[in-house]
């Protein structure tokens, strides 16, 4: 499997999770407009992390030492044990700890505690996220990316009729509740395909704890939880400000932008999720790290800058596309933060290789320096430059991330 096929699969599945993300925000903005969409986000932050938490934060583990132990079947036996119980243990505190504060949650992302239920529902879910996750993750550490991509189309497909129906049900609940079954959806499409893998063993589903398997995983949870958790609270409180500073309204054009960029590069994310870890992490020799580094580059970096240029030149019919005739103040947002997208994909292909090799002090240690400095970014430019400040911050910052995993990747690898 190369970079091409896998990005073939890949982009297949990421435009089914595309439309799904493109349905889930027109449906929010014609029900609610600009303030919905807003808070539509800070729900998704909170989907964020809880889905990651929901497995204990193993999934990129998992990927790593499935791609790592696959040939040797007793290592991988004791692995798997190991990474479904850690998966379900967490899963079931993280439920608890979200039905103990749904009421809280509720008034503080939403606003209203007429979505507590929301929150209790999707705190029961966490168990079924969990296994979804642990699924999904087994079959991407095999490189089976055919299969992956077919249980995230039908699971996307779904989605969408849910969120289409519910909408007409429950309006703007029926939307957001429709997110969260979405998730569960993945366990009903995904058990079944893996279950007809050539790979699958009934020994897969079995839980057993084993201590030095569920330390590798420990490291791995520290990085993922890290990476997974910092950015929907740092967004959270990034709306916050931008709220407290400019209203609701302003929220939703900066949220609409910040969806935008998500959406396409959903593309080159999950091309890079699918193939390069397990790939990184299954290669030992650091010149062929580096040669998989340098082809990474000469695949994807071309291909962000033509979709952010596209994207630009598109930008007020993808406005009008998306969201409404409502949304037009955004079309000023998108300059700066396009310029972000390039920079973050390239600081992202060199990032990965902290995780695949499993560097946790200095990974943990560089994702959060790098979102508090986005945050600070974020006070200071929003108030020299207005809403459009924000987006200078994610640029800037995603800048200085660039050079930090420049220097790592040298040291680690020589000179690239």
């Given at each position: 499997?190369?970079?091409?096929?896998?990005?073939?699969?890949?982009?297949?599945?990421?435009?089914?999770r595309?439309?799904?993300?493109?349905?889930v925000?027109?449906?929010?903005?014609?029900?609610?407009g600009?303030e919905?969409?807003?808070?539509?986000g800070q729900?998704?932050?909170?989907?964020?992390?809880l889905a990651?938490?929901?497995?204990?934060?193993?999934?990129?583990?998992?990927?790593?030492?499935v791609?790592e132990?696959?040939?040797d079947?007793?290592?991988?036996?004791?692995?798997?044990?190991?990474a479904?119980?850690?998966?379900?243990?967490?899963?079931?505190?993280?439920?608890c700890a979200?039905?103990?504060?749904?009421?809280?949650?509720?008034?503080?992302?939403?606003?209203?505690?007429?979505?507590?239920?929301?929150?209790?529902?999707?705190?029961v879910?966490?168990?079924?996220?969990?296994?979804?996750n642990?699924i999904?993750?087994?079959?991407n550490?095999?490189?089976?990316?055919?299969r992956?991509?077919?249980?995230?189309v039908?699971?996307?497909?779904?989605?969408?009729?849910?969120a289409?129906?519910?909408?007409?049900?429950l309006?703007?609940?029926?939307?957001?509740?429709?997110?969260v079954?979405g998730?569960l959806?993945?366990?009903?499409?995904?058990l079944?395909?893996?279950?007809?893998s050539?790979?699958?063993?009934?020994?897969?589903?079995?839980?057993?704890?084993?201590?030095?398997?569920?330390?590798?995983?420990?490291?791995?949870?520290?990085m993922?939880l890290?990476?997974a958790?910092?950015?929907p609270?740092?967004?959270?409180?990034?709306?916050?400000?931008l709220?407290?500073?400019?209203?609701?309204?302003?929220?939703?054009?900066?949220?609409a932008?910040?969806?935008?960029s998500?959406?396409y590069?959903?593309?080159?994310?999950?091309?890079?999720?699918?193939?390069?870890?397990?790939?990184?992490?299954s290669?030992?020799?650091?010149t062929s790290?580096a040669?998989e580094?340098?082809n990474?580059?000469r695949?994807l970096?071309p291909a962000?800058?033509?979709?952010?240029?596209?994207?630009?030149a598109?930008?007020?019919?993808?406005?009008?596309?998306?969201?409404?005739?409502?949304?037009?103040a955004?079309n000023?947002l998108?300059?700066?933060?396009?310029?972000?997208?390039?920079?973050?994909?390239?600081?992202?292909m060199?990032?990965y290789?902290?995780?695949a090799?499993?560097?946790t002090r200095?990974?943990?240690?560089s994702e959060?320096?790098?979102?508090l400095?986005?945050l600070?970014?974020?006070?200071?430019?929003t108030a020299?430059?207005?809403?459009?400040?924000?987006?200078?911050a994610?640029?800037?910052?995603?800048?200085?991330?660039?050079v930090?995993?420049?220097?790592v990747?040298?040291r680690?690898?020589g000179?690239?």
């Open positions: 499997m190369n970079i091409v096929r896998a990005g073939f699969y890949s982009s297949i599945a990421t435009a089914a595309l439309l799904t993300g493109l349905v925000i027109k449906l929010v903005a014609w029900l609610a600009p919905g969409v807003g808070r539509l729900f998704m932050s909170l989907m964020s992390l990651v938490l929901a497995g204990g934060g193993i999934g990129a583990g998992i990927v790593k030492y791609a132990y696959r040939y079947a007793q290592k991988l036996s004791r692995l798997l044990a190991a479904l119980w850690y998966a379900l243990i967490a899963s079931c505190l993280m439920g979200a039905l103990l504060l749904s009421r809280q949650l509720s008034l503080w992302l939403l606003g209203d505690v007429r979505y507590e239920s929301l929150i209790r529902i999707l705190a879910a966490q168990l079924g996220i969990a296994l979804a642990y999904l993750a087994v079959i550490g095999f490189m089976d990316v055919r992956l991509a077919m249980i995230q039908l699971g996307s497909a779904l989605s969408v009729a849910m289409v129906g519910l909408s007409h049900w309006h703007l609940y029926g939307v957001l509740l429709a997110l079954v998730q959806l993945l366990l009903v499409v995904g079944p395909a893996w279950r007809r050539p790979y699958f063993q009934r020994s897969m589903l079995r839980m057993h704890f084993d201590r030095e398997m569920s330390l590798k995983l420990a490291a791995f949870s520290v993922t890290t990476s958790l910092l950015p609270l740092i967004n959270i409180a990034v709306r916050n400000h709220a407290l500073q400019f209203g609701w309204s302003e929220v939703g054009y900066w949220q932008v910040s969806k935008v998500d959406a590069l959903l593309f080159l994310t999950t091309a890079i999720n699918i193939y390069y870890l397990p790939k990184l992490a290669t030992h020799e650091r790290l040669a580094l340098r990474a580059y695949h970096l962000v800058v033509v979709l952010a240029l596209l994207v630009y598109l930008r007020g019919w993808v406005t009008r596309l998306l969201f409404s005739a409502d949304f037009s955004a000023a998108y300059g700066p933060q396009l310029i972000g997208d390039v920079i973050k994909i390239a600081s992202f060199l990032s290789l902290m995780l090799k499993a560097m200095l990974f943990v240690i959060c320096v790098f979102a400095s986005y600070a970014l974020v006070y200071v430019f020299s430059f207005g809403l459009i400040g924000a987006m200078y994610f640029a800037v910052n995603y800048l200085f991330y660039l930090f995993n420049i220097v990747a040298r680690y690898l000179a690239l």
